[in-house]
């Protein structure tokens, strides 16, 4: 009877045991809803980067994926990106085909989570008003960025910071329920930023409305209807092709024709290249910077407007 009662305690006491070990286990699994630290939260651009940044303040910890002076289809990857992404509690994405680069990083990862559709991932993309997105184009067969799906730039509309947001409290909400009314705080100072950047920005481009502008990549079809600019042409027959000579040609010819009055390149923009369409057309040639971080000036979401408005005002002059 002893062995047996003594069994049965030991037995009592195992699945005591495996009961707490499990409980443990969810528990550290969701350690970050509990307030077990800021929530690793890695990003693919850092314009998104930002945009989390001001949701979730100092709850949240933040690695961007795609330096911003850099062409943002065509990332280095690096060790330090891949222990980011297996540390992530959220990974947020531009989406669509912007990130050619993202499909391989994520299959060394290795975590469904992260996959497209996995638990883990906001895609930013949804439920924005996509441009270009039934025009037929060549589709990304080898994982090219080409903008099969729609322009994928659409974070140059500043107006579509508010559902990108509204996508990321709920996703931080998802991790860190109890954090909610922190983040609805935060995004509500954003849009007020934000809704004055606007009247800022409306206002100093209101004299330009109509202008025709060439563009060097096809980034600023989202900018340009937010302010009023006509993009009638870009360098790049197809987004990520470079131009033949004999297009070139014709361009140039259209440019002159058409009174184009400025050029529009990023900064990773061929320099060459960027001169001798302006030099052949008669355009001026302005760097807008595509992304936080792409001039000391643009060290928010806000800031790079400022900036980038700032610049094609004085271009546009």
């Given at each position: 009877?002893?062995?047996?009662?003594?069994l049965?305690?030991?037995?009592?006491?195992?699945?005591?045991?495996?009961a707490?070990?499990?409980?443990?286990?969810?528990?550290?699994a969701?350690?970050?809803a509990?307030?077990g630290?800021?929530?690793?939260v890695?990003?693919?651009?850092?314009?998104?980067?930002?945009?989390?940044?001001?949701?979730?303040?100092d709850?949240?910890?933040?690695?961007?994926?795609?330096?911003p002076l850099?062409?943002p289809h065509?990332?280095?990857?690096?060790?330090g990106?891949?222990?980011?992404?297996?540390?992530?509690?959220?990974?947020?994405?531009?989406?669509?085909d912007?990130?050619?680069?993202?499909?391989?990083?994520?299959?060394?990862v290795?975590?469904?989570?992260?996959?497209?559709g996995?638990?883990?991932?906001?895609?930013?993309?949804?439920?924005?008003d996509?441009?270009?997105?039934?025009?037929?184009?060549?589709?990304p067969?080898?994982?090219?960025h080409?903008?099969?799906?729609g322009?994928?730039?659409?974070?140059l509309?500043p107006?579509?910071?508010r559902?990108?947001?509204?996508?990321?409290?709920?996703?931080?909400?998802?991790?860190?329920?109890?954090?909610?009314?922190?983040?609805?705080?935060?995004?509500?100072a954003?849009?007020?930023?934000?809704?004055?950047?606007?009247?800022r920005?409306?206002?100093?481009?209101?004299?330009y409305?109509?202008?025709?502008?060439?563009v060097?990549?096809?980034?600023?079809p989202?900018?340009?209807r937010?302010?009023?600019?006509?993009?009638?042409?870009?360098?790049?027959p197809?987004?990520?092709?470079?131009?033949?000579?004999?297009?070139?040609?014709?361009?140039?010819?259209?440019m002159?024709?058409g009174?184009?009055?400025?050029?529009?390149?990023?900064?990773?923009?061929?320099?060459?290249?960027?001169?001798?369409?302006?030099?052949?057309?008669?355009?001026?040639?302005?760097?807008?910077v595509?992304s936080v971080?792409?001039?000391?000036e643009?060290?928010?979401?806000?800031?790079l407007?400022?900036?980038?408005?700032?610049?094609l005002?004085?271009?546009?002059?």
């Amino acid at each position: 009877m002893a062995l047996r009662a003594l069994l049965g305690a030991a037995l009592v006491f195992w699945v005591v045991a495996a009961a707490w070990w499990v409980v443990a286990a969810a528990w550290w699994a969701a350690a970050p809803a509990w307030g077990g630290g800021p929530l690793a939260v890695v990003a693919t651009s850092t314009d998104l980067k930002a945009l989390v940044e001001e949701v979730g303040g100092d709850r949240v910890r933040v690695e961007g994926l795609a330096p911003p002076l850099a062409d943002p289809h065509a990332v280095e990857i690096k060790p330090g990106q891949i222990a980011a992404l297996r540390g992530a509690a959220l990974l947020v994405r531009v989406g669509l085909d912007h990130e050619p680069w993202l499909a391989g990083l994520l299959r060394t990862v290795g975590d469904a989570r992260l996959a497209p559709g996995g638990s883990s991932v906001l895609d930013c993309s949804k439920g924005i008003d996509l441009l270009q997105a039934v025009v037929a184009r060549v589709k990304p067969e080898r994982g090219d960025h080409v903008h099969g799906f729609g322009n994928t730039h659409y974070w140059l509309d500043p107006e579509n910071a508010r559902p990108i947001t509204a996508g990321i409290l709920e996703a931080l909400v998802r991790l860190a329920p109890s954090e909610r009314a922190y983040f609805e705080s935060r995004r509500a100072a954003f849009l007020t930023r934000l809704d004055a950047g606007l009247k800022r920005w409306t206002d100093a481009m209101g004299p330009y409305r109509g202008t025709k502008v060439v563009v060097v990549h096809e980034s600023w079809p989202y900018f340009a209807r937010r302010f009023g600019l006509q993009i009638v042409a870009a360098v790049e027959p197809v987004p990520g092709v470079p131009p033949s000579p004999a297009y070139l040609a014709t361009l140039t010819r259209q440019m002159k024709d058409g009174n184009v009055r400025v050029l529009i390149a990023e900064p990773y923009s061929s320099a060459a290249l960027v001169a001798r369409v302006a030099s052949l057309s008669g355009a001026r040639a302005v760097t807008l910077v595509a992304s936080v971080g792409g001039a000391p000036e643009a060290r928010d979401y806000v800031a790079l407007f400022d900036l980038d408005v700032a610049r094609l005002v004085e271009a546009l002059r």
